[in-house]
């Protein structure tokens, strides 16, 4: 071999190692393309063993998946969208498509349009669309065909089911549970393979329980009262304390008030008297006098419009809607339960 022929085999080696890496790349890719577009279709012929086990639960299992994936397509906006189908209600899910076809066929996910198109193998046919940046996962497709094949049950939304006492579920380890939530988090755990951890020490206890009912971290004497309690109720009585303080209707209604947007000023520069402080004064109230759900609004009523129909009279420019809905002055409550609450939301009123 020349010196030539030596420097242009040398010089060949790296251009070979290149073409067989881009080779090997590009294989990769294709066969990676291949199983991701294959991945509904073995979802779609999977058995279902563990799903046909558990009995599916529309507002825990399905209704998040129809409305992260599905409904802004198929939702209430699908009129102005020109789809017919839409999904956000039971009629409309089971309604005639036409030429026989129906999205859901409750009991026969076989027959079921919803199902065939999830795990269709054609990008043009599967749903949700390529082109929507949305797409069901293997275990999202099962749910969907094991609900359907149970029936298809639909559920109201869960804030307008009645709770219900469940029963509790079986565990191999019966001596961990000490109340009836402890089974609950055991099932869970031996679910997944898993044990429970070790009992927290006394220290971290007092700190886990101020902080989920109080907001704010025991005091070093607050421990320490604890730590010195060695009576078989302690951490009953520590709990009892903490629902008593006033902390605690604070800690517990800031989600409700986050729920209503509730702000104690308008923002930056447009800042002026705002009176919503006496509605949040009232939601910690109720929370700290333990009063029921279903009794406090209903019970509350004359007192919650004489205090509104008071606060809109200071305001500088009252709204005659608000103020034609409230009852007038003489229909205030004299001497009725619901003065309590008028005294308890008034008790910083400026005179």
């Given amino acids: ?78 009129p102005n969208k020109r789809i017919k189908l839409r999904l956000d209600s039971e009629a409309s899910a089971l309604a005639d498509l036409g030429r026989g076809r129906r999205a859901i066929v409750p009991g026969h996910p076989e027959q079921s349009e919803l199902v065939r198109r999830i795990t269709a193998s054609d990008d043009g046919m599967r749903m949700p669309p390529v082109d929507s940046g949305r797409s069901l996962t293997g275990r999202e497709i099962e749910l969907l065909q094991a609900w359907i094949k149970q029936g298809a049950p639909w559920q109201q939304h869960w804030s307008f089911i009645p709770p219900r006492r469940s029963e509790l579920p079986r565990v191999k380890n019966q001596d961990w549970p000490r109340n009836g939530i402890d089974y609950f988090v055991l099932e869970r755990l ?58 605690y209707g604070e800690r517990m209604a800031f989600r409700w008030l986050d729920a209503a947007r509730y702000a104690d000023t308008n923002g930056y520069q447009i800042d002026g008297e705002r009176q919503m ?25 004359p007192a919650t419009c004489c205090l509104a129909r008071r606060s809109i009279k200071r305001s500088p420019r009252p709204s005659t809607a608000i103020t034609a809905s409230m009852p007038k002055a003489a229909s205030c409550p004299k001497s009725t339960q619901s003065n309590t609450w008028l005294t308890a939301w008034t008790r910083h009123q400026p005179s």
């Fill in 190 to 247: 031996e679910h997944e393979g898993l044990t429970p951890a070790p009992e927290a020490d006394r220290a971290t206890l007092v700190r886990r329980v101020s902080l989920d009912l109080t907001g704010l971290p025991p005091t070093p004497a607050e421990v320490d009262a604890f730590l010195s309690d060695q009576s078989p109720n302690a951490y009953e009585k520590l709990v009892d304390r903490l629902l008593g303080s006033p902390r």
């Fill in 1 to 78: 071999m020349t010196t030539a022929d030596g420097n242009s085999a040398m010089s060949d080696k790296p251009r070979l190692r290149f073409i067989l890496k881009f080779s090997a790349l590009l294989i990769s890719c294709v066969l990676s393309g291949q199983a991701l577009r294959r991945e509904p279709v073995q979802a779609a012929r999977s058995t279902q063993d563990s799903s046909s086990r558990t009995r599916i639960d529309f507002n825990r299992d399905i209704r998040p998946i129809l409305s992260d994936k599905c409904l802004a397509c198929h939702g209430p906006d699908a």
């Fill in 277 to 301: 402080w006496r509605w949040r004064d009232w939601v910690i109230e109720a929370f700290n006098r333990n009063l029921p759900f279903d009794g406090s609004p209903s019970s509350n009523w």
